[in-house]
């Protein structure tokens, strides 16, 4: 099976490698942003007590947040890169869908979220779904 | 309405960038600045503003609501660019792609029926009831100085 996105050879391993790395930057952002958020607070009640400014200044001065927003940069160009060397009809959809899977099995893990069987079925729904969708 | 920004506003923008980009001719990495001036064309300015508001609503739904109920139910956008390229645009729809939509569809309904948040009331209830006992400690320690007191002065 071939996957290569300009007509060359590209080992499973190196496109299986290049997916995981935009899986694993991606999941790392989003529990970092999770995390920098539900430390803050609702922001729409910061935003009622501070207003708007007040809630910017509390987003931007959270250091969680920041390291959130750098690995989504770094998540977005693995796959500037992985683009460049493998099929979108690839890289898209299994990237969109492991995300999902990884995300809810990060979120039990690390933000102590309660994802019972109704999530876990969401999630794997959605995934297939992407799938087909992107296909 | 703060999700179903987050479910619009993602998909419009990355089209409105990927419609602006495709218009422009093809920018070489050895003139960065043409990408700067990509940055104006109305397309790819309308892409970013919706990004923004897509980022801004994000991060609001993760201020209240846990990731893993924030991201499948967000990942209804991909149902609506779909219904939008269906009925807007005219495209044709495999079935393969229907049998995507209803998936979505069905997992989230499945995650809109359960809470939001992770209530953990067995962290609050340890909390109170730790706060309580350095409360009780403290006022008997209290109750004992006041009796050494008394006694000093009889």
């Known amino acids: 099976m071939n996957f290569a996105s300009q007509g060359g050879h590209i080992n499973p391993w190196s496109a299986a490698t290049m997916i995981a790395c935009v899986v694993l930057c991606s999941t790392t952002g989003e529990v970092l942003t999770a995390a ?3 430390s803050l607070g609702d922001l729409d009640e910061i935003r009622a007590h501070s ?3 007040g809630a910017i200044r509390a987003v931007v001065s959270c250091p969680l947040f920041f390291a959130g927003v750098s690995f989504l940069a770094l998540a977005f160009f693995s796959l500037l890169f992985a683009l460049n060397h493998l099929n979108l009809s690839l890289v898209a959809p ?10 809810a099995v990060a979120g039990k893990i690390f933000l102590k979220e309660n994802v019972d069987r109704r ?5 794997v729904l959605v995934c297939i779904g992407v799938y087909f969708l992107a296909h | 309405m703060i999700l179903g920004l987050v479910a619009i506003c993602a998909p419009l923008g990355d089209s409105c960038l ?3 980009m495709t218009r422009l001719p093809t920018v070489s990495l050895t003139h960065p600045a043409a990408l700067i001036a990509a940055v104006f064309t109305p397309w790819i300015a309308t ?3 919706l990004l923004i508001g897509f980022f801004a609503s994000y991060l609001t739904a993760l201020s209240w609501a846990d990731l893993t109920f924030v991201l499948p139910a967000t990942a209804f956008g991909n149902v609506i660019v779909a219904l939008l390229s269906r009925f807007w ?8 792609r229907w049998a995507g939509i209803a998936l979505i569809t069905l997992g989230v309904s499945f995650v809109a029926q359960g809470p939001s948040r992770t209530e953990r009331p067995g962290v609050s209830a340890a909390g109170v009831d730790v706060s309580k006992r350095v409360l009780q400690s403290a006022t008997n320690e209290i109750d004992n100085s006041e009796e050494a007191v008394e006694e000093q002065l009889r």
Do not use: Y
Not at chain 1, 94 to 103: D, F, K, P, Q
Not at chain 1, 119 to 123: E, V
Not at chain 2, 90 to 95: A, G, L, R, V, Y
């Open chain 2, 47 to 49: 892409g970013i503003a």
């Open chain 1, 51 to 53: 207003g708007i400014k």
């Open chain 1, 36 to 38: 920098a958020m539900k």
């Open chain 2, 18 to 20: 990927s419609r602006g």
């Open chain 2, 89 to 96: 645009l005219h495209e044709p729809i495999s079935i393969q």
């Open chain 1, 119 to 123: 999530r876990w079925t969401a999630a």
């Open chain 1, 94 to 103: 299994a990237s969109a869908s492991l995300t999902l899977v990884t995300n």
